[in-house]
């Protein structure tokens, strides 16, 4: 297998890894690590490279140049292989909607050549895992986003992968949604199923991911824990204030460790926001509206990158 100094087993090992289109390079040489177990995950804003990079990972696009292992072997030779043994949930649900939401996870099992024996039983204790047990022999298409994307995840876990590619599982969900699918990975982490998630969310980072990297424009910007990105390029919080629309912003560099101007806001970064908002207000600088938050990711990458992730 492939084993590292550390004894640590890598699943992805990706060095110098690039993927061209004509003359666009939309990777442009990432060393990436998967370590068993964890849950890791690319963030950055659209065209960062990351569907790219999953692409290739996912065996299903080749690399232009650097080198690739998945689960120790070489995608360009043993795609099928690899392929049997990760799951794969695409951006854009490709589940048959004229099928029913039992059949979905049944059919795709035989792709896996399970008997139908097999299928049916596996395909019981998916529907259980996505909690539509109760929609089994409903059909696909009427069923909730969330509940497509429940469905989608619960067909790549078909074949039991070790490995399970994610890519922007959230998106376009509403916030209750959201939460149950975040649960849901939660639980396949616990047993032990290595995920590598795909986002532009960093609050979904944030709760899912152990390591992420922070990828803009097919490089790789940073990397680390959620917490140990926040420390090394952020503050302990942010001080947020708005001025009325049109009017000049205040030069407050004196009274922050770094001051960010957003079109619509400033952004001072401080250790203590309430002590540097009442600094602000003694220097007479009444701005009309206040916030104190902790930094986040979106910070990180707004120091990385100059631009915010939401762009
Ligand atoms: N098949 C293709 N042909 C040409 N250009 C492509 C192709 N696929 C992706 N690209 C370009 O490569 C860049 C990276 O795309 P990619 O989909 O990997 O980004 P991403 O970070 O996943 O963003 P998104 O969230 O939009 O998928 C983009 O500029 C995109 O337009």
């Known amino acids: 297998m492939f084993v590292n100094v550390g004894g640590v087993e890598n699943l992805v090992e990706a060095k110098a890894l690039t993927k061209h289109f004509g003359t666009f390079e939309a990777v442009r040489g990432i060393d990436v690590e998967v370590r068993r177990g964890e849950a890791f995950g690319f963030l950055g804003p659209n065209g960062a490279g990351k569907s790219s990079t999953m692409r290739m990972v996912a065996c299903v696009s080749g690399r232009t140049g650097g080198e690739l292992k998945v689960l120790g072997m070489d995608p360009d030779r043993d795609g099928p292989k690899i392929r049997a043994r990760i799951g794969v949930v695409p951006q854009l649900d490709n589940l048959d909607l004229e099928l029913t939401v039992r059949q979905n996870l049944q059919i795709y099992g035989r792709y896996f050549g399970m008997s139908r024996q097999r299928c049916r039983e596996k395909a019981v204790e998916l529907l259980e895992f996505a909690q539509l047990a109760d929609r089994a022999d409903h059909e696909v298409e009427p069923l909730s986003g969330g509940m497509k994307r429940r469905l989608t995840i619960a067909r790549s876990l078909v074949n039991?992968?070790?490995?399970?590619?994610?890519?922007?599982?959230?998106?376009?969900?509403?916030?209750?949604?959201?939460?149950?699918?975040?649960?849901?990975?939660?639980?396949?982490?616990?047993?032990?199923?290595?995920?590598?998630?795909?986002?532009?969310?960093?609050?979904?980072?944030?709760?899912?991911?152990?390591?992420?990297?922070?990828?803009?424009?097919?490089?790789?910007?940073?990397?680390?824990?959620?917490?140990?990105?926040?420390?090394?390029?952020?503050?302990?919080?942010?001080?947020?204030?708005?001025?009325?629309?049109?009017?000049?912003?205040?030069?407050?560099?004196?009274?922050?460790?770094?001051?960010?101007?957003?079109?619509?806001?400033?952004?001072?970064?401080?250790?203590?926001?309430?002590?540097?908002?009442?600094?602000?207000?003694?220097?007479?600088?009444?701005?009309?509206?206040?916030?104190?938050?902790?930094?986040?990711?979106?910070?990180?990458?707004?120091?990385?990158?100059?631009?915010?992730?939401?762009?």
């Open 160 to 311: 039991d992968p070790e490995l399970l590619l994610l890519d922007e599982p959230t998106t376009g969900l509403d916030p209750q949604a959201r939460h149950l699918l975040w649960d849901r990975l939660f639980r396949l982490k616990q047993d032990g199923v290595t995920l590598i998630i795909t986002t532009h969310y960093m609050d979904e980072a944030e709760q899912l991911c152990d390591r992420l990297v922070v990828m803009d424009g097919g490089r790789i910007a940073a990397e680390g824990s959620p917490s140990e990105l926040i420390n090394r390029y952020s503050t302990r919080e942010v001080l947020e204030l708005r001025f009325q629309p049109g009017a000049e912003k205040p030069d407050l560099e004196r009274f922050a460790e770094r001051v960010e101007v957003l079109p619509d806001r400033l952004l001072l970064y401080t250790q203590d926001g309430e002590h540097t908002l009442a600094k602000v207000h003694e220097h007479g600088v009444q701005p009309i509206q206040s916030l104190v938050r902790r930094s986040s990711l979106e910070d990180v990458f707004l120091r990385l990158t100059g631009r915010t992730l939401v762009d």
